[in-house]
């Protein structure tokens, strides 16, 4: 056979496996991935190590946004606030969307009626904008008399609280207010659970004469902690990204007592003008990110493998 007709061949060959691959048909999600999402990281990390402002004009590369986001007394108390609203706001999340999901999951069992109005309810909180959720929480820690929560403890005699002026108040009301948005999430991952678990695991319990609570520690909760593993990551990196729920809320204040990580980010760039360490610090948030989504992935194929 000639050269040339080999090189046909090949090239025949190659077309055809093109043909029959997918790579052509991924081809134009790649690029959309990589303008929308790879391009703006690539440009944040740029960002970081530069002096740029938001005014424009000339900038050069430095390491000041870091040296001056490191230093600056507030970067600790954001991170201390951060720490505080997320730990808080997971662990919540957590004990109060398994409480849910175990009850209507009972409830389901028992045919009690008002599961699914009970389950409707809990996803009304999920998918209402961060934004209004913001808004209507305001008006229920409206601190006059127009504030729904004072005016109910103003009857048994208590406040007014001052919810939103008050440092500490202020962060324990952002917290629960963010517990209140994402305990629908973590329910249905923990209802989705509850309902791939071996009833005969949990009868064969019942029978042992295990009561209830020794059910629910050493039956229910070892057979889903690979559920809860990743409904604690994945609420985790959501609740690090929390923005527009605390932004309507408190805009981080009074002060800087309800400022998390995000919403710093925003001050930085949008009020402060300071491009260079609002990129800096957004490269610390993505840093954040990218460590839960490794433990993510490891916790996922440590969870196939026990499954196979």
Same mark, same amino acid.
């Given at each position: 056979?000639?050269?040339?007709?080999?090189?046909?061949?090949?090239?025949?060959?190659?077309?055809?496996?093109?043909?029959?691959?997918?790579?052509?048909?991924?081809?134009?999600?790649?690029?959309?991935?990589?303008?929308?999402?790879?391009?703006?990281?690539?440009?944040?990390?740029?960002?970081?190590?530069?002096?740029?402002?938001?005014?424009?004009?000339?900038?050069?590369?430095?390491?000041?946004?870091?040296?001056?986001?490191?230093?600056?007394?507030?970067?600790?108390?954001?991170?201390?606030?951060?720490?505080?609203? $997320?730990?808080? +706001? !997971?662990?919540?999340?957590?004990? =109060?969307?398994?409480?849910? #999901? &175990?009850?209507?999951?009972?409830?389901?069992?028992?045919?009690?009626?008002?599961?699914?109005?009970?389950?409707?309810?809990?996803?009304?909180?999920?998918?209402?904008?961060?934004?209004?959720?913001?808004?209507?929480?305001?008006?229920?820690?409206?601190?006059?008399?127009?504030?729904?929560?004072?005016?109910?403890?103003?009857?048994?005699?208590?406040?007014?609280?001052?919810?939103?002026?008050?440092?500490?108040?202020?962060?324990?009301?952002?917290?629960?207010?963010?517990?209140?948005?994402?305990?629908?999430?973590?329910?249905?991952?923990?209802?989705?659970?509850?309902?791939?678990?071996?009833?005969?695991?949990?009868?064969?319990?019942?029978?042992?004469?295990?009561?209830?609570?020794?059910?629910?520690?050493?039956?229910?909760?070892?057979?889903?902690?690979?559920?809860?593993?990743?409904?604690? $990551?994945?609420? +985790? !990196?959501?609740?690090?990204?929390? =923005?527009?729920?605390?932004? #309507? &809320?408190?805009?981080?204040?009074?002060?800087?007592?309800?400022?998390?990580?995000?919403?710093?980010?925003?001050?930085?760039?949008?009020?402060?003008?300071?491009?260079?360490?609002?990129?800096?610090?957004?490269?610390?948030?993505?840093?954040?990110?990218?460590?839960?989504?490794?433990?993510?992935?490891?916790?996922?194929?440590?969870?196939?493998?026990?499954?196979?």
């Amino acid at each position: 056979m000639s050269v040339k007709n080999k090189n046909g061949l090949g090239q025949s060959k190659m077309k055809k496996r093109i043909s029959n691959s997918a790579l052509p048909w991924l081809l134009p999600l790649l690029s959309v991935l990589v303008f929308v999402f790879l391009f703006p990281v690539v440009e944040i990390v740029r960002l970081s190590f530069t002096n740029a402002t938001l005014n424009g004009g000339e900038y050069s590369y430095t390491l000041d946004s870091y040296i001056s986001l490191f230093t600056n007394p507030g970067f600790m108390q954001m991170l201390i606030v951060t720490g505080i609203f $997320v730990f808080f +706001s !997971i662990t919540f999340q957590m004990l =109060f969307g398994f409480l849910v #999901a &175990l009850i209507i999951d009972q409830g389901e069992k028992w045919n009690l009626k008002g599961t699914v109005l009970t389950r409707t309810a809990v996803l009304t909180a999920w998918a209402i904008p961060g934004v209004i959720i913001g808004v209507i929480w305001q008006m229920l820690y409206n601190e006059t008399d127009a504030g729904i929560i004072n005016y109910l403890l103003s009857i048994v005699g208590i406040g007014p609280v001052p919810f939103l002026s008050d440092p500490t108040t202020a962060l324990i009301a952002v917290t629960f207010a963010n517990v209140w948005r994402g305990t629908a999430f973590s329910m249905i991952l923990i209802y989705a659970g509850l309902k791939t678990l071996p009833s005969d695991v949990i009868e064969a319990a019942k029978i042992d004469g295990a009561n209830a609570i020794q059910r629910g520690m050493k039956v229910i909760l070892p057979m889903l902690t690979p559920m809860l593993l990743i409904n604690l $990551v994945i609420i +985790s !990196i959501d609740t690090f990204n929390t =923005f527009d729920m605390v932004m #309507a &809320l408190t805009g981080g204040g009074p002060g800087q007592s309800t400022e998390v990580i995000s919403l710093s980010i925003y001050n930085s760039i949008f009020n402060q003008f300071n491009l260079g360490q609002g990129a800096a610090t957004s490269v610390v948030l993505l840093t954040i990110n990218v460590a839960m989504t490794i433990v993510y992935i490891l916790f996922l194929g440590r969870g196939e493998k026990n499954a196979a």
